[in-house]
C-alpha cells in the first residue's frame, strides 16, 4: 500500500510541477501577454508560498545552530498560500497608500488569513499543525505569532511586486 501511496504523491507532483511550468513558460498567444486565471494564480501563489516557508524555516535552523538546516512546511499550507488571489483586489485598490500603511494592511490581513485558517483546520482536523502555544508569549490562541509583524509587513510589499508581474506578464485575471 505504502508503494501505491507513494507513486500517487510522484503522479500529482508531476502534475502539479508541469502545470507550474506551463504556466511560466507559455508561449504568448495572438499578443504579448498570456492570460493565467485564478486557478493559475492560486496554484502558482501556493508553490511560492511553499517555497518560501522552506526557505524561512531552513534559514531559521541555521540560526538556531543547525547545519541540518532543517526546513518543513505543510500540505495545508498549499490552499491557504494559494489563497493570495483573493488578495490582488486588495493591492489594486490599496495601490497610492503610503508604503508604510500598506504594510500593515498587509500584515493585518495575513494575521486575520493565519488566524481563520488555523481556527478552521482545529475545526476540521482537531489540531492546528503550526499550533504557537506555549512557544512565545507573542502567540495569540496558538494560530498567530504577533512577532511575526515584520515578515507579514515585509511579505505583503513583496506581495505586490509579485501581482504587479503576473498582471504585467499575463494580464489580470478576468473573473467570468
Known amino acids: 500500500m505504502g508503494f501505491v501511496f507513494e507513486m500517487l504523491v510522484e503522479v500529482c507532483s508531476g502534475i502539479l510541477l508541469w502545470t507550474l511550468w506551463h504556466y511560466i513558460t507559455g508561449k504568448p498567444g495572438g499578443n504579448s501577454t498570456q492570460t493565467i486565471g ?29 547545519l541540518r538546516l532543517t526546513a518543513y512546511t505543510y500540505l495545508w499550507m498549499f490552499p491557504i498560500y494559494g489563497t493570495a488571489v483573493f488578495l490582488e483586489p486588495l493591492h489594486d485598490h ?23 485558517a488555523g481556527g478552521l483546520l482545529h475545526l476540521l482536523i482537531g489540531f492546528c499543525p503550526w499550533d504557537y502555544t506555549g512557544t512565545t508569549p507573542f502567540s495569540v490562541g496558538g494560530y498567530i505569532r504577533l512577532d511575526f509583524l515584520p515578515i507579514w509587513f515585509a511579505g505583503g510589499l513583496i506581495f505586490e511586486r509579485l501581482h504587479d508581474y503576473l498582471d504585467t506578464r499575463w494580464g489580470k485575471v478576468r473573473v467570468r
Open 38 to 66: 485564478m486557478a493559475g494564480r492560486f496554484v502558482l501563489y501556493g508553490f511560492i508560498g511553499w517555497i518560501a516557508e522552506v526557505i524561512f524555516t531552513g534559514t531559521s535552523s541555521f540560526l538556531a545552530g543547525s
Open 94 to 116: 490599496i495601490r497610492d497608500v503610503p508604503w508604510p500603511v500598506r504594510g500593515f494592511i498587509w500584515a493585518g490581513a495575513i494575521f486575520v488569513i493565519e488566524y481563520l
